[in-house]
């Protein structure tokens, strides 16, 4: 067993930055403003009290599970994406996997038609945050009419009095085809290069975390272009390969979710944080075990029908150390 001086030099000196795609975290209320009415306990999915908390229950056990392996402790940072609203993140943090980690979150609504947005948790004993910030995506429809997206969100705060910044994304679906959509997606790239403009011009040489669920892979133009601009490392895309990734669609294997970060947290020369590794967080107890999509995402719905599961997307993580 570690003793208590070991085990505070392990969780002050590695630490797990995640991101996870939850499916569809609403509550079970009506929001006359957003488009939710798939999850409420009277339409077609049946969406009850019952399914919420069992879905709140899995997603914990999950999130305290990332990089603990390697840190023996649940992650510092976890970007979410797919939450309605800042009521049931309060339920999420407070369920009974996750409750004694002291979690903490940032988010904003934004004006996602269907509700959803991006939002970042965070334990408080180990990140303090700083200042946040929300930027829009803007975006027209063929009538010239507004088509609204979720928000990118900006945290900036000290990981043990290291300062971070974390971009959290979720960039418009492939739902109208992967061709007639990329044109949202370059956007969305665009928008988070001048995010990081804007901090290179505030900070000296800052170290950035770019997290997300892009709905691109690494080969396509919206990454190509956000990696070739910003100078970012991207640690996950040696993990792609045709039997391996974070979503699956059509038994073909994408990695929309990924993490980036800028090249000085390569080296760690100021003493501070390094990269040291990263992962998709794909353990078997998160998969289908039987049929003809054993080894996909074990998933909460697949269409109207309820399955139980956690998400159709796997996390992924990327593990900081210091000295």
Known sequence: MLSKTHELNFTQNLQTVAFYNIENLFDIYDDEHTNDDDFLPNSAKRWTQKRYDRKLYKLGSVISQIGLNETQQPPSIVGLAEVENAAVLQDLIS????????????????????????????????????????????????????????????????????????????????????????????????????????????????????????????????????????????????????????????????????????????????????????????EKFLTQYHGKYKGQPYRTYVGKKYKGGFSDHFPVYMLLEKD
């Open 95 to 282: 369920s009974s996997e996750l409750a004694e980690h002291r979690y903490n979150f940032v988010h904003y609504d934004s004006t996602d038609e269907r509700g959803i947005d991006v939002a970042l948790l965070y334990r408080e004993e180990m990140f303090k945050v700083q200042s946040t910030e929300t930027f829009s995506v803007h975006l027209v429809d063929d009538n010239g009419e507004p088509d609204y997206t979720r928000d990118i969100l900006l945290v900036t705060g000290f990981l043990n009095n290291d300062l971070i910044h974390v971009i959290v994304n979720h960039w418009s679906s492939r739902r109208d085809g992967d061709e007639a959509t990329a044109y949202k997606r370059i956007a969305a790239s665009n928008r988070v290069l001048e995010i990081i403009n804007q901090l290179e011009r505030l900070y000296d040489n800052p170290k950035i975390v770019v997290m997300g669920d892009f709905n691109d892979n690494p080969t396509d133009r919206s990454i190509v272009h956000l990696l070739a601009n910003a100078q970012l490392f991207h640690p996950l895309i040696s993990k792609w390969t045709p039997e391996r990734g974070t979503q699956n669609h059509d038994f073909k294997w994408n990695l929309f979710d990924q993490i980036m970060c800028s090249n000085n947290l390569l080296n760690g020369s100021d003493q501070g944080y390094r990269f040291k590794g990263a992962e998709i967080f794909d």
